[in-house]
């Protein structure tokens, strides 16, 4: 059961921080939320927006702000802000000026809130966690970004689709990046428990070019969308409310979230990246080991390689 005190920041009232707002409200995921932008006009005008649709739902509070201060409290922050890329560019481009908007970020939430759990969602997310961790104060398992649980989502719902089976049936995963270098864990895929080399294809296609052609679909959806409607919004913030519900209930559910590898998975101590964790009220309380097969583990390692080397451009 959720708090009657439950409390929900988030940094940055444009396209994602305002859907945020809004999934949070119609699906009455908490029973406060505080919609923080530098501009307040900008906060007040989303807030007053969804606040209209609340007599018509359940009950709960609203805010705009642009005082770190009405953060205090919150169980979740989540961290919206950021510049976003430009027609062309990819997530990874927008890293510098991103980079020192976590970092004030990070720093304010500190003081104002430091016993909340802070949720990145802004990109490049991978690169930006890991920002916002060596910033921080806070114990490394209360922030974590949203990694590929969007992308999972995606890969779950499509193939089952071309499958004929429901999505909740689907087991598989997207880890690595955020980004052009993730990718399917295809050795690791169960369809209701049957190993996806074991299922039953569809006539007139092989397993090998599904997985050829979901492997694409997670990696250019995100780009498909963001060319014909300038932003992605919907998506993420339904993985948002998912990640809220789950901590606030303390469920215990596995997604991969952007995380700190452990090292059984092979591609060094500092990198973060998407990868399965159960996920609670204390925020990260275990990562999962997924096995790999050894394609699989280079995929891993070009990723981490990938992230890291954006990383440390900022520091040359």
Request: hydrophobic content about 40%; glycine content about 8%.
């Amino acid at each position: 059961m959720i708090s009657k005190t439950s409390k929900v920041g988030i940094i940055g009232a444009g396209n994602v921080g305002a859907n945020v707002a809004n999934a949070l409200v119609l699906l009455g995921k908490c029973v406060r939320v505080v919609l923080f932008d530098r501009t307040l006009s900008k906060a007040e005008g989303q807030v007053w927006d969804i606040e209209d649709s609340i007599p018509l739902l359940k009950e709960m509070e609203i805010i705009p702000s642009n005082q770190y201060e009405d953060l205090a409290d919150s169980d979740i922050i989540i961290v919206t802000a950021g510049v976003q890329p430009k027609q062309g560019q990819t997530r990874l481009d927008t890293l510098s000026d991103n980079a020192d908007i976590i970092r004030s970020t990070i720093k304010e939430l500190d003081r104002v809130a430091p016993n909340s759990i802070v949720l990145i969602i802004s990109n490049p997310v991978d690169v930006l966690t890991r920002i916002a961790q060596a910033t921080s104060t806070r114990a490394e398992n209360l922030i974590f970004g949203s990694g590929t649980v969007l992308d999972t989502a995606r890969l779950r719902y499509q193939l089952g689709k071309r499958l004929n089976v429901a999505k909740q049936d689907v087991h598989a995963y997207v880890i690595g990046e955020h980004g052009d270098s993730e990718f399917v864990v295809w050795s690791s895929a169960f369809i209701g428990g049957i190993l996806l080399t074991e299922f039953p294809i569809p006539q007139g296609a092989t397993l090998e070019q599904i997985q050829q052609e979901y492997t694409q679909l997670t990696r250019k959806r995100g780009y498909n969308i963001f060319e014909r409607k300038g932003n992605t919004s919907y998506g993420i913030s339904t993985v948002v409310c998912q990640l809220v519900d789950t901590i606030l209930r303390d469920e215990k559910q596995i997604f991969p979230v952007s995380a700190r590898a452990n090292s059984n998975y092979g591609v060094g101590s500092e990198v973060v990246l998407g990868l399965p964790c159960i996920i609670g009220s204390t925020g990260i309380q275990r990562q999962l080991l997924l096995s790999r097969n050894a394609y699989e583990q280079r995929l891993l390692e070009e990723s981490a390689n990938k992230l890291n080397e954006a990383h440390n451009s900022l520091h040359n």
